[in-house]
């Protein structure tokens, strides 16, 4: 086994909205090829997190580090460039799109032997291939979610951060993305960093969890077999 | 003003003094012309009344309805020319029949723009209000038999500005007419700054904030948001009928789109959403214009470096600094 | 002089003129607007500038083919001072904003121009070969406007080959609607804004020149064309391309024959032609548009 | 001494700002040569009034309030002037337009002078004459078009009456009016073509006028169709639009081709000071100007009503020749040339289009009577 | 028991697609009726439709037996047909007070006075404080509703709606990014109003649809494929096939 590094480093970051200070000292790593979890109730600074490791809300203390280069202060282009995807929980399908431009927005080539491409995302998600022409917009929820989860694969990147992909997906697609997301990224070797509510899912996907408390303090870490274990952890430490 | 932080039942401590300061202003206001016999400036501070007034009611439309209009300058024209033609042509005496005749005439005029206004919105509109400007500028100025075209409304009588029995002066006294428009644009003031904490100025600012939703909760959207634009239409009839009484003239370049401009910037520089700062930014404009344009006769230059200027350094307008902003308009 | 079908030729090739020059400039206001959201009220001055820049180049001794290429470039490079100076900075402020500060860069530009080139209208000299007129069906065209019209098209058809061909056009209509996912796809939209910016004032010079020897060269001549052109994209649906193109024909249509056939009301007809299309279509004629 | 203080109000930016610039070299120029008045040096003050009435009334307060001006001169449009003329009574000093050539004028307040460029019945009779005066124009039928405002209106107006009057045809009763910010004339040289009118007859801001003419030469009826203007065209315009711009023909109220002493040495005072080609509208405000000075030395003070006085009947003798302004009417009574553009002789200003006088009329040939 | 709202042959065309497919549907006065269906089903449509965000392209809709098929919206919720929105609407502005504040006034009236102050609307304030204790916002009341974490602002989201008293109300995913934790909270909330009145709701989360319905509707392509008690759709064959999957 290769030796693991970790690839996402966050050291004590502070990001504020305007005045309010919404994480609050927050250190957290991912090593590579490692998926792992952020759990915590509304509000606590999940999404923000995410966004502040993708450079949308850049902190002013701390410091984060993606494969060793410093990014605190990077802007979400470069670090996108350093092979960060994210998949925000809103989709974010660009309207008037179709969804093969949506998906050539983002492409890049790969370096693998296997990279992913147009062809291989639609063979992975049939749903889309039947609608390549379709406006992005249109589609239902959950393919809107494959699309958003197809162009952070196409960009073949090393890291891949989703924000809530099970959310108002129903239960038969919430199946279908965590086979994906288990079957293709976590054994294609890409690195994951998730944010979920549905806890069933996050523990089949990641093998760590963090869990959040108020202004992103992190409260406990745990390994998908100590949650499994003792399900009273979760409650313990995120209900009030 | 600030809505947001209203809780029943707890006085906004600020008040009084608010008032205090405005009642001062008001009442220096007053006697400025007692004090110095400078006509200029006394024409000077009547101008800035009048477009003072005629910036809030932008103020109240931009800030309450989220309707950017560039041609809210038109209304002030029609308002006079509808108050001159009643002084010319029908009775040279009724200063209020006149008035009547010209606020009431704008907000039918408005009526048309309005309904235009609550099917767009937003950009669309504002740019649209450029055209429409120069549609009104444009028959204004073709309608010669009415409005005497270009060389603009003549032959302006000056009534005598009388209430109960009881008379002020003349129109075409420079001091009766200052003080007119003093009292009249402190009521106007008073009554707006009322309505907009009023029920229903509450309805506009909920459109303003998500009219999706407004509409969800119950509200006649469209019927609110004409209302709206009716009522800022009707203060700016206001001012022009107050333009008119001072000026002694109308001509269709006060009509134009590009004035029209100025008058958003009268609204911006005082601050947006907040009423006397209209005013202020009205004084403020009206002066550097004035002033810049006598020093040089590139004067557009520098009113552009000044309008430049402070859109990126005082982004809240001269009385709203530190003031949280109002949105224009929700994306 | 001249049958009936003559009148129509005539009339036809006005309209065309007038609509293809409404329509790169509407074209340049609608880029900017489409990729940074920002209404450029200095658009028609640089629209002017353009056509100035222009005719000191061609008074100085070049082609005018050759001040074709030129003067949109020194417009593009007084764009680009204007983005990272002024332009850069508003960008997180609402709309009203951008539109006040651009307005004042009218104020500015035009001022500018009179300093520079005083108040005289100023010709543009066309090379000899354009000079003269072009007898068609019975009538003698100018044969320079016929140059101008394949001027426009060419200039049109490389813009949309541009847009539509090159990853650019994707990256256009992406960044107007979510800019935020855009540099998360590790585009600088920095850049984008820049490039839309410049881009823009590119198009708005090159109407300039183009214009230039149809008209007459002097201040005021931006003024009028950004209203023109305000009405192009409204009607057209802001943001849209397609759009653009239909109501500049419409309205460039509209103008020259209420100009031909009544003359006096003809402004009038185009604003109410317009408050009618908006009123029952709101989004413009393909009900493209954007609200905003 | 103190100085007397004259407002000057001219258009320094908008569509005429050329123009206005052109009648404030004139003031200066005439000022600078006057130098004192009742022992006291002159001091200008210049106002832009942006051709706007509103900004003009506003500016004339200024001047008049705050910087104690005794006298308004200048003005360049009608609208402009009426405004002024409007607030008069409340201003209190003398207004002398030099650029005004509405019919509104003449007697219109004790105050209110026009002194300078032709008025639009005086520039009506000049055309008609020359017009019947030359065979070639004689019995071509007149297209009339006019630029939209009032000045437009009154002399695409009085010359057709005029010219009905006198046997010339002309094609459209209703004259086409052009908006003032028409560029793109293209439609109406279309209309023009479609009628069939050989001439046309043009009331359109001075400046404006090169423009035309380049684009009907752009369509090819320079020399088929022969434009008649109603003012003198703008001289750098003209030299700006070439050959395009040979063969207008006009009356106005002076050209740098009229030959006396006065006007000769003029010119050559006026292109060293400004190095600019001397045109109608600097010595139309020059001699208004020159006027006004007159008449405050002839008053022996500064108040109104005496200045007033003493311009009702005043005369000078300057480029034009003598002219005076009427007692009667407080307008003036001027002498003017009629002028077609041609290639120009060798002269000092490098001037390569000049208006070429054919023939000069005296006050007295083109009215009113008195 | 007549129905309080029920749709006839209900249809909605976008382009080629029939988004809701003559629909059926009819709730009574009280209870908790959730529709159901995979993603693209057509469940917000309906909803749209129904409370006239959007017009019917066919089909007719009837509440307390008059028709009120392409009423305007305002309309509508004056009726008492009131919805809370699957992506959060409210005024992000305004302080959580405001916002219920104004929905209280517009369902209440008195929005056309322009020249008292707003608190002159004694009821309307009473109702509202009264509605901020019943939901637990008490304390967020001043706070502009923008700076809420996304879970309140959802609690905002429903209190809105049923600050216009409605007598149906629709919440589209109200749950729908929510912790567990508050999903409980939320999931408690509904039923105790469907006690009152008529609530229809869609959602994802079977735990808490299987737990609260009173009836289900399940929609596939537009169409309703299967009504029923919780326990009748959770052992419909063709349901587990379109929506719930294998189960675990
Ligand atoms: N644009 C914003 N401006 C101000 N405050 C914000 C903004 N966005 C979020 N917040 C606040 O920041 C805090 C953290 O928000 P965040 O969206 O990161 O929470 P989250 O853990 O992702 O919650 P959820 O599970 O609801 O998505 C919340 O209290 C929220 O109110
Ligand atoms: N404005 C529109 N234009 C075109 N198609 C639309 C539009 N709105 C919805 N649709 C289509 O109608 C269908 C039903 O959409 P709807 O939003 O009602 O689904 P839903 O059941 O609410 O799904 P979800 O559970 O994902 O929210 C989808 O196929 C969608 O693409
Ligand atoms: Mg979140
Ligand atoms: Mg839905």
């Given at each position: ?137 249109t589609l239902s929820g959950g393919e809107q979610q494959m699309l958003a989860i197809g162009r952070a694969l196409i960009s073949n990147p090393e890291i891949i951060i989703m924000d809530e992909p099970s959310q108002g997906l129903s239960p038969l697609l919430v199946q279908m993305i965590t086979d994906v997301v288990l079957k293709f990224c976590i054994s294609s070797g890409i690195t994951m960093l998730i944010v979920e509510q549905n806890y069933r899912m996050a523990l089949k996907v990641a093998s760590r969890h963090y869990l959040m408390g108020t202004k992103g303090k992190i409260v406990k870490i745990a390994s998908t077999k100590e949650l499994m274990e003792d399900p009273e952890i979760i409650q313990s430490h995120l209900s009030v | 003003m600030n809505n947001t932080t209203t809780i029943p039942g707890i006085k906004k401590r600020f008040v009084p003094l608010k008032i205090f300061i405005v009642v001062l202003v008001f009442v220096g206001l ?302 | ?292 | ?173 209703t004259y086409d009016k052009a908006p003032i910010k028409t560029k793109d004339w293209s439609s109406y040289i279309s209309k023009i073509k479609a009628s069939g009118a050989d001439g046309v007859y043009m009331a359109f801001i001075t400046n404006v006028i090169p423009a035309f003419a380049k684009q009907t030469s752009d369509f090819g009826l320079q020399g088929k169709v022969k434009l008649v203007s109603a003012a003198a065209p703008g001289p750098l315009e003209l030299e700006a639009g070439g050959e395009a711009c040979h063969g207008i023909f006009g009356a106005s109220d002076w050209a740098w081709d009229v030959d006396n002493a006065n006007s000769n040495d003029w010119e050559m005072r006026f292109w060293k000071k400004f190095n600019t080609i001397p045109s109608d509208a600097a010595v139309h405000s020059y001699v208004g100007a020159m006027n006004l000075f007159n008449a405050i030395e002839k008053a022996g003070s500064t108040d109104a009503k ?65 | ?248």
């Amino acid at each position: 086994m290769e030796k693991r590094n970790k690839i996402l480093n966050i050291e004590g970051i502070q990001t504020y909205y305007g005045v309010s200070h919404v994480i609050q000292g927050l250190s957290m790593y991912v090593e590579n090829q490692e998926a792992v979890s952020i759990l915590g109730r509304n509000g606590v600074g999940k999404t923000t997190t995410l966004r502040t490791i993708m450079g949308l809300t850049p902190p002013r203390g701390g410091s984060i580090h993606i494969n060793g280069v410093d990014t605190t202060k990077a802007p979400p282009h470069k670090i996108s460039k350093l092979g960060v995807a994210y998949v925000p929980a809103e989709r974010h399908i660009f309207p008037g799109l179709s969804v093969e431009e949506n998906l050539m927005m983002a492409a890049r080539p790969g370096k693998g032997k296997d990279p992913w491409t147009l062809e291989k995302v639609c063979d992975h998600f049939p749903v889309l291939a039947d609608r390549t022409k379709q406006d992005g917009s249109t589609l239902s929820g959950g393919e809107q979610q494959m699309l958003a989860i197809g162009r952070a694969l196409i960009s073949n990147p090393e890291i891949i951060i989703m924000d809530e992909p099970s959310q108002g997906l129903s239960p038969l697609l919430v199946q279908m993305i965590t086979d994906v997301v288990l079957k293709f990224c976590i054994s294609s070797g890409i690195t994951m960093l998730i944010v979920e509510q549905n806890y069933r899912m996050a523990l089949k996907v990641a093998s760590r969890h963090y869990l959040m408390g108020t202004k992103g303090k992190i409260v406990k870490i745990a390994s998908t077999k100590e949650l499994m274990e003792d399900p009273e952890i979760i409650q313990s430490h995120l209900s009030v | 003003m600030n809505n947001t932080t209203t809780i029943p039942g707890i006085k906004k401590r600020f008040v009084p003094l608010k008032i205090f300061i405005v009642v001062l202003v008001f009442v220096g206001l007053g006697l400025f012309p007692f004090m110095s016999g400078n006509r200029f400036y006394i024409s000077m501070i009547n101008e800035m009344m009048i477009y003072g007034l005629l910036a809030m009611s932008l103020d109240v439309l931009l800030g309450y309805t989220g309707a950017l209009s560039f041609m809210h300058n038109a209304y002030l024209g029609i308002s006079a020319y509808v108050v001159g033609l009643f002084l010319i042509h029908i009775s040279p005496a009724s200063l209020w029949m006149a008035c009547f005749a010209g606020i009431i005439f704008t907000s039918i005029v408005a009526l048309p723009v309005g309904w235009v206004q609550v099917r767009t919105g937003g950009l669309a509109f504002a740019l649209l209000t450029l055209a429409f400007g120069m549609m009104f500028h444009t028959i204004v100025w073709k309608w010669y038999d009415v409005t005497g075209g270009d060389d603009g409304l003549m032959g302006m009588p000056n009534p005598d500005i009388t209430l109960f029995g009881w008379k002020l002066g003349s129109t075409g006294d420079p001091l009766a007419m200052y003080l007119f428009t003093l009292v009249i644009a402190a009521i106007c003031f008073f009554l707006t700054r009322r309505i907009i904490n009023s029920p229903f100025g509450a309805v506009l600012e909920a459109i303003r904030e998500n009219e999706d939703r407004a509409s969800f909760i119950g509200i006649n959207v469209r019927r609110y948001k004409l209302l709206g634009w009716m009522l800022a239409c009707l203060l700016a009839g206001i001012s022009g009928a107050l333009f008119i009484l001072y000026k002694g003239y109308i001509g269709p370049s006060t009509m134009s789109a590009f004035a029209g401009a100025g008058v958003l910037m009268m609204v911006l520089l005082g601050g947006l959403g907040s009423l006397w700062g209209a005013f202020v930014g009205a004084a403020i404009f009206i002066y550097i214009q004035d002033y810049i344009s006598t020093m040089t006769e590139h004067w557009e230059i520098f009113l552009g470096l000044v309008v430049i200027f402070l859109v990126l350094f005082l982004p809240t307008g001269f009385v709203g600094l530190g003031d949280h902003l109002k949105r224009f308009r929700k994306g | 002089m001249g049958g009936t079908i003559g009148i129509i030729v005539d009339i036809s090739l006005n309209s065309l003129v007038l609509s293809g020059v409404f329509l790169i400039v509407a074209i340049g206001l609608n880029i900017i607007y489409g990729l940074s959201r920002i209404m450029n009220m200095g658009h028609g001055a640089l629209y002017a500038v353009g056509a100035y820049t222009g005719y000191t180049l061609v008074a100085t001794g070049f082609n005018y083919f050759v001040a074709l290429v030129i003067a949109p470039i020194i417009v593009g490079g007084i764009g680009l001072l204007i983005e990272r100076t002024i332009i850069a900075p508003m960008r997180k402020r609402s709309m009203v904003y951008t539109l006040i500060l651009t307005y004042g860069l009218m104020f500015f530009l035009d001022g500018m121009i009179k300093y520079v080139w005083g108040n005289k209208p100023c010709f543009i000299d066309l090379p000899a070969f354009m000079q003269g007129t072009l007898s068609i069906l019975g009538t003698q065209y100018p044969i320079f406007r016929l140059v101008t019209l394949f001027l426009i098209a060419g200039i049109m058809g490389g813009l949309m080959l541009f847009l539509n061909k090159t990853k650019v056009g994707l990256i256009l209509r992406a960044s107007s609607t979510i800019p935020e996912m855009v540099s998360c796809l590790g585009i600088n939209m920095s850049y984008v804004h820049m490039g839309a910016f410049v881009l823009g004032c590119i198009m708005a010079a090159m109407a300039g020149i183009i214009a230039g020897p149809l008209t007459t060269i002097d201040p005021l001549m931006g003024s009028e064309m950004l209203i023109s052109s305000f009405v192009v994209i409204v009607i057209g649906g802001l943001g849209s391309l397609r759009g653009a193109v239909l109501a500049a024909l419409l309205i460039g249509f509209v103008q020259t024959l209420a100009e031909f056939f009544i003359t006096d009301l003809a402004m009038v007809i185009v604003y109410v032609l317009m408050a009618v299309i908006l009123a029952f279509m709101p989004r413009g004629i393909l009900g493209e548009g954007k609200f905003e | 001494a103190k100085p007397v203080k004259i407002g000057v109000l001219v258009p320094l930016t908008g569509i005429v700002a050329q123009g206005g610039l052109e009648m404030k070299y004139g003031i200066e120029m005439a000022a600078e040569e006057k130098g004192t008045v009742l022992g006291r040096p002159i001091e200008l003050i210049v106002e832009d009034t942006r051709v706007k009435p509103p900004v003009a009334v506003t500016k004339a307060e200024k001047l008049v309030y705050k910087d104690d001006c005794k006298a308004l001169i200048g003005v360049f449009s009608s609208g402009v002037g009426l405004a002024l003329s409007k607030n008069i009574d409340k201003l209190n000093v003398p207004f002398v337009s030099t650029h005004v050539m509405t019919t509104k004028f003449y007697g219109l307040h004790p105050l209110v002078f026009r002194s300078g460029q032709l008025a639009n019945d005086q520039t009506a009779v000049g055309n008609v004459k020359g017009i019947l005066a030359r065979p070639d124009l004689k019995d071509r039928t007149y297209y009339v078009i006019v630029h939209d405002y009032s000045w437009g209106h009154d002399a695409g107006e009085r010359f057709i009456a005029l010219a009905k009057e006198n046997g010339i045809k002309v094609y459209n009763d209703t004259y086409d009016k052009a908006p003032i910010k028409t560029k793109d004339w293209s439609s109406y040289i279309s209309k023009i073509k479609a009628s069939g009118a050989d001439g046309v007859y043009m009331a359109f801001i001075t400046n404006v006028i090169p423009a035309f003419a380049k684009q009907t030469s752009d369509f090819g009826l320079q020399g088929k169709v022969k434009l008649v203007s109603a003012a003198a065209p703008g001289p750098l315009e003209l030299e700006a639009g070439g050959e395009a711009c040979h063969g207008i023909f006009g009356a106005s109220d002076w050209a740098w081709d009229v030959d006396n002493a006065n006007s000769n040495d003029w010119e050559m005072r006026f292109w060293k000071k400004f190095n600019t080609i001397p045109s109608d509208a600097a010595v139309h405000s020059y001699v208004g100007a020159m006027n006004l000075f007159n008449a405050i030395e002839k008053a022996g003070s500064t108040d109104a009503k005496a200045i007033a006085d003493a311009l009702r009947g005043i005369s000078f003798d300057g480029p034009y020749g003598n002219v005076r302004i009427s007692a009667k009417d407080n307008c003036m009574r001027n002498s003017a040339v009629l002028t077609e553009t041609m290639a120009a002789p060798e002269n000092p200003f490098g001037a390569k289009v000049y208006m070429k006088v054919l023939k000069t009329f005296t006050a007295d040939e083109l009215g009113p009577p008195e | 028991m007549a129905e309080l709202l029920y749709t006839e042959n209900l249809c909605r065309r976008f382009g080629g697609v029939m988004a809701t497919n003559k629909v059926c549907f009819s709730v009574n006065d009280h209870g908790l009726t959730s529709i159901i269906g995979p993603n693209g089903a057509g469940k917000t449509t309906f909803i749209n439709i129904v409370t006239g965000k959007i017009p019917a392209s066919s089909g007719k809709i009837f509440f307390k037996g008059n028709d009120i098929t392409n009423k305007p919206t305002h309309d509508l919720v004056k009726m008492g047909i009131c919805r809370t929105f699957q992506i959060n609407s409210i005024f992000e502005d305004l302080s959580v007070f405001e916002n219920l504040r104004i929905a209280k006034q517009a369902k209440n009236g008195g929005s056309l006075r322009i020249f008292s102050s707003k608190q002159s609307l004694r009821t309307v304030t009473e109702e509202t404080w009264e509605l901020l204790e019943h939901l637990g916002l008490k304390d967020l009341a001043i706070r502009p509703a923008k700076n809420l974490a996304y879970g309140d602002q959802r609690v905002l989201e429903v209190a809105i709606a049923m600050a216009g008293n409605p007598k149906i109300l629709f919440l589209d995913e109200p749950t729908a990014g929510m912790s567990p934790t508050e999903t409980k909270h939320i999931s408690k909330l509904i039923k105790e109003l469907s006690k009152k009145i008529c609530v229809v709701l869609v959602e994802h989360d079977m735990d808490m649809i299987m737990s609260i319905s009173d009836k289900i509707t399940v929609l596939q392509y537009g169409s309703t494929i299967a009504e029923g008690t919780p326990e009748e759709i959770r052992n419909n064959q063709q349901v587990r096939e379109a929506y719930l999957g294998k189960e675990e």
